[in-house]
């Protein structure tokens, strides 16, 4: 099984930025396969990994994920052979939709029919990898646009058709979509004992493209620490699951509160999202099950966690992402050299 880390998040602004760089660093001395950089309202997702790019040698370099809708899909295609380019071929591609409140918010786009639009987007940027000209009459992007003076381009750029792109999605026609058009799947809200929640779509899509679940890269993931007062990690991870499934999208719109109610955790998932609403933070936290934190993450004893991680292996999870949970940077590489060692 191969292994990933995360720098960034949704707010990150470059806090500790040459901590970051140097947990980067020794995460690939430590061998880790993918590094990958998140973008919502902080930092982008680019910069950081161009500035990676040039600290690094082999790690593989991702946005996880870049917004579509932030980005027009030629740019998106020229940014990644750039990148492509700067790193010496290990930049790979990670698209997502976002949600409601950034898109139309943050944006000023409109949310409206994001499969529709993500697929259109993804096909754009294939025509563009593959050294094609860009044009594309679709029902969300038409290139080039009706009525003026442009015409169809092609990229300077040498082609990159193998540059691989990872999908993160979660809603079972998104799965399909996936599967039908991407390499590789960002997971999140992933509970191996109700995997097929998302792979029995994900199959249908790769089905539909002449492929298998050998073809796809599955990449989830989840927080690590080991030690024995396991009620305590439990504990200091039900905030972050209050705010998954309360506040990581609208009312109305939460992908990762649908997941779990798939998963079957219907009864948790809309009450903590109410709590949540009705700013009753403390309260939302703890009515997280415990279950629930168990299932997705990797806390406990060493055998606990040989157990999850057999779990998410038997799951066909090919790349783990390790997030762990430290308090200063020295305690998070030794943190993460000892999860790696959990693996071998």
Same mark, same amino acid.
């Given at each position: ?158 082609? #990159?058709?193998?540059? @691989?792109?990872?999908?993160?999605? /979660? &809603?079972?026609?998104?799965? %399909?979509? !996936?599967?039908?058009?991407? *390499? ?50 439990? #504990?200091?991870?039900? @905030?972050?699951?209050?705010?998954? /499934? &309360?506040?990581?999208?609208? %009312?109305? !719109?939460?992908?990762?509160? *649908? ?60 790349? /783990? ?24």
């Amino acid at each position: 099984m191969e292994t990933a880390i995360g720098v960034g998040s949704a707010y990150y602004n470059g806090e500790n930025w040459d901590q970051l760089v140097d947990y980067t660093v020794q995460a690939e001395k430590l061998g880790v396969d993918y590094v990958w950089s998140a973008e919502a309202w902080g930092m982008d997702a680019i910069v950081p990994l161009a500035y990676l790019a040039a600290k690094t040698e082999k790690i593989k370099l991702g946005t996880g994920i870049m917004q579509i809708t932030s980005r027009v899909p030629p740019m998106i295609a020229m940014t990644s052979q750039s990148l492509r380019t700067v790193s010496n071929g290990r930049f790979v591609l990670g698209l997502g939709v976002s949600g409601p409140q950034v898109v139309e918010g943050l944006h000023g786009a409109a949310f409206a029919h994001p499969l529709g639009r993500l697929r259109e987007c993804v096909q754009i940027i294939k025509l563009g990898l593959r050294g094609e000209k860009l044009q594309y009459d679709g029902k969300h992007y038409v290139l080039p646009r009706p009525g003026g003076e442009g015409k169809p381009i092609r990229l300077s750029q040498p082609p #990159e058709p193998d540059l @691989p792109i990872y999908l993160a999605t /979660l &809603g079972p026609k998104s799965m %399909a979509l !996936t599967g039908e058009l991407a *390499d590789g799947w960002l997971g999140t809200s992933f509970i191996p004992e109700s995997a097929d929640v998302f792979f029995a779509p994900l199959k249908k899509g790769l089905e539909k493209s002449g492929r298998t679940m050998a073809d796809i890269d599955i990449q989830v993931g989840g927080n690590f620490e080991i030690g024995d007062d396991v009620e305590r990690m439990i #504990e200091a991870r039900k @905030p972050g699951m209050a705010f998954q /499934l &309360g506040a990581m999208g609208s %009312a109305k !719109t939460n992908f990762y509160n *649908d997941a779990f109610i798939r998963a079957g955790y219907e009864d948790a998932a809309i009450e903590v999202q109410k709590l949540w609403i009705a700013r009753k933070r403390d309260e939302a936290a703890r009515r997280v099950p415990d279950e629930m934190i168990l299932k997705t993450s990797f806390i406990g004893t060493r055998d606990m966690i040989k157990e999850r991680l057999k779990a998410y292996e038997e799951a066909s999870v090919k790349t /783990l992402r390790i997030s762990t949970t430290s308090s200063d940077h020295t305690s998070q590489i030794d943190a993460l050299a000892e999860v790696l060692e959990l693996l071998t």
